[in-house]
């Protein structure tokens, strides 16, 4: 006990206070600072912020590389934008391959979760298996749904096989190329928000299920009513990665569609933005769809956090 | 300590601030010593694709013959997908490489006076020295020319009871039909690169446009015609009859180049309008013998052959190594090994003066090449719609909107009427 208040600092004399006050070092900390913080914020700066307000300026512009001299032009790309049909359809076309993308892969994904969420080789094999296509390239998955979805490919194969005479033609009719786009992303995506559920469904208490079970609640009413609300958090991730990738996919569209077939069937806002800036040379007006782009993910992202942040404070 | 974090700290700082650098502007030519007190040898940069025709060996094997000749150092890039839009990206990110080969939408970068001229004494050995030029400036060497044509296959006519390949259009129809009769697929197309499925468009607008005015596009250029006119609604209408009858099979939309060239020479298909490029592939395929070629028929049975010459080398008329670029430009095209290897590997018809094509009688390149000749001979070579260059082609963005548009009607999504009105839209849009 003496020893206690032996070791506690004494309180300084009143008046003394500024005299014998500790010297505030301040490089120290600046260096540390520099040294640990400045190498992320100069990448996030350099290569996020940088290239979004250079965007935006030249969004206000008429800037072809190709064509100088370039001029302010103020709001005229985002008018023009608004009454542009090619702009217009390309967005309604990402709104429904999000769309698709969000749901699909979420409730497949969720499912899948709750099947696999039991211990044993097989079940870590499963989970691996799922996995594997959110670990290779868009590239590779592209051409090999190429293949696959060909007129002459195995699924067609297939379907010959079993007696199916003039199978879809998945890739050539512009009424099914972007389910079929859909499909190759859902397929993508679906290990990741498996991963994800498995993950929140591991941190669903086991007292919690046994206390719903000893009330009688049956094996649904308990996933509705104990784990469904435990995975609030899992699906908030799902719901906002899989959003925001959905927006701005251009790589698969790029190798397996081109956007087509015909004009602007799959043409997504990022591969329009592309084709606009480098075929077309119109990169003023090229950015303001790039930055229409941002825009409209991060209204998307911030309202999905917000109601989806909202269930998850609720439970 | 402190003085490893300040270290640190000033070395991450130094590299984050030449990381926020602007680059460069003109390209990646630099000039690298070739050893200690020796002369600087110069180094360019030189922009290339690969296809099934022209492999990686192709152009290393040539790369290294033309550069030993020139004295200079070549860093090859290859494009990784079209590369007109490839090189437009590393130019407008200051990286635009000293030397291009077979670069499209040339009046786009000449416009901004990125491509070096070409002097008189350069285009010397050149048979049409002025082909493909902007305004009279030679900006790429006329180096090649292509002709596109209908290849078929004799076995598959001859199942179908057909003696020889159609003269008028009208007998096109009739073979067509005979062909479908007997569960033939009449012609093969590509989707993906989407000029796979314009060609029979481009054989369409051959006979009922451009063999009646060869000088439509300077006029479309001149806002003197529309594509919303007669000729080209003609024309139009006979390629979605095509599609219409069966003769096109939509679900070939969903197959690249290479699985469209595969289906013809596996014979899924009879007739496949093709450049004069797949004469390569014919000729290296196990059924060279049963491949002929005719051209696209008129109504009237009149011979016309599209064609165009140019697609060679392009000079970066930045790059701080113009001048030793320009000249690799011409020895490349001048090669005899190259134009040779060229000729064999992707089926080109050098066009220079005093160059004799490589004996390959009895083959397909040989037939397509004398082909090209009685053209000539009659006067009867039409500029390729889709595929023009320079003051002869459309503006830019438009190829790609017009092979689209093929699509369109292919699938039946749009009527002739309403593709011609939605290329005169984005025509005036992007100009």
Known sequence: MVSDVAARPRKPPVGSRTRHRPKRRIWPRVWHFLSFGAPGVLIYVCFVLVPIVVSFGYSLTNYNPFNPPTKFVGLRNYQLMLQDDTFLTSLKITTILTAIVVIVPNVVGLGIAVLLDRNGWLYNALRSVFFTPMVLSSVVISVIWTRMLQDDGPINDVLRAIGVQDPPGWLSDPDIALYSLATVLCWQMLGFCVVIYLAGLSGVPKELLEAASIDGAGPIRRFWQVTWPMLAPALTVNTVVLLISAFKIFDHVQVITQGGPGTGSTATIAFLAIQTAFVDNHQGYASAEAIAMLVVIAVLTTISLGVLRRREVNL | ?431
């Open chain 2, 1 to 431: 300590m402190k003085k490893i974090l300040a270290l640190g700290a000033a070395l991450t700082l130094a590299a984050g601030l030449s990381a926020c650098s602007v680059g460069d502007n003109n390209g990646g030519s630099t000039t690298q010593p070739s050893g200690s007190g020796a002369a600087a040898k110069k180094e360019i940069t030189f922009l290339v694709f690969e296809t099934d025709n022209l492999t990686p060996k192709f152009w290393d094997d040539n790369i290294k013959r033309v550069s030993e000749k020139v004295g200079v150092t070549v860093k090859k890039i290859v494009a990784p997908g079209d590369r007109t839009a490839y090189a437009k990206q590393l130019l407008a990110s200051g990286q635009f490489p000293d030397v291009q080969i077979g670069l499209q939408d040339l009046p786009s970068f000449d416009g901004s006076g990125n491509l070096a001229e070409f002097s008189d004494e350069d285009l010397q050995p050149f048979l049409c020295p002025k082909c493909s030029a902007i305004k009279g400036r030679t900006v790429q060497l006329p180096a090649n020319t292509q002709t596109w044509q209908v290849f078929y296959r004799k076995s598959l006519f001859e199942k179908a009871g057909i003696s020889a390949p159609p003269k008028t259009y009208a007998e096109l129809l009739a073979d067509a039909e005979k062909l479908k009769g007997k569960g033939v697929q009449p012609f093969v197309i590509g989707g993906n690169p989407s000029w796979g499925s314009s060609l029979p468009w481009t054989g369409e607008l051959t006979t009922d446009l451009y063999a009646g005015n060869p000088e439509w596009m300077h006029q479309r250029r001149d806002g003197k015609v529309k594509f919303d006119s007669p000729e080209f609604l003609k024309a139009t209408k006979k390629f979605a009859d095509l599609a219409a009858k069966g003769y096109l099979n939509k679900k070939d939309l969903g197959q690249s180049y290479d699985a469209s060239q595969a289906a013809f020479l596996d014979g899924k298909g009879a007739m496949y309008p093709m450049g004069s490029w797949f004469a390569a592939a014919s000729d290296a395929s196990k059924v060279k013998d049963d491949i002929g070629i005719f051209a696209w028929p008129a109504d009237d049975g009149s011979f016309h052959l599209p064609s165009f010459t140019g697609g060679g080398l392009t000079v970066n008329a930045k790059s701080p190594n113009v001048d030793i670029a320009k000249k690799f430009a011409v020895a490349w095209q001048t090669d005899k090994d190259y134009l040779d290897t060229s000729a064999v590997a992707d089926a080109l018809f050098p066009a220079i003066k005093g160059y004799t094509l490589p004996a390959k009688d009895g083959t397909v390149f040989k037939a397509v090449y004398d082909l090209y000749r009685q053209a000539v001979d009659q006067n009867a070579t039409v500029p390729s719609f889709g595929w023009e260059q320079g003051d002869d082609g459309m503006i830019a963005g438009m190829p790609d909107k017009w092979n689209l548009s093929a699509q369109d009607i292919i699938t039946g999504k749009k009527t002739p009427e309403e593709v011609l009105k939605y290329l005169d839209t984005e025509w005036d849009k992007s100009s």
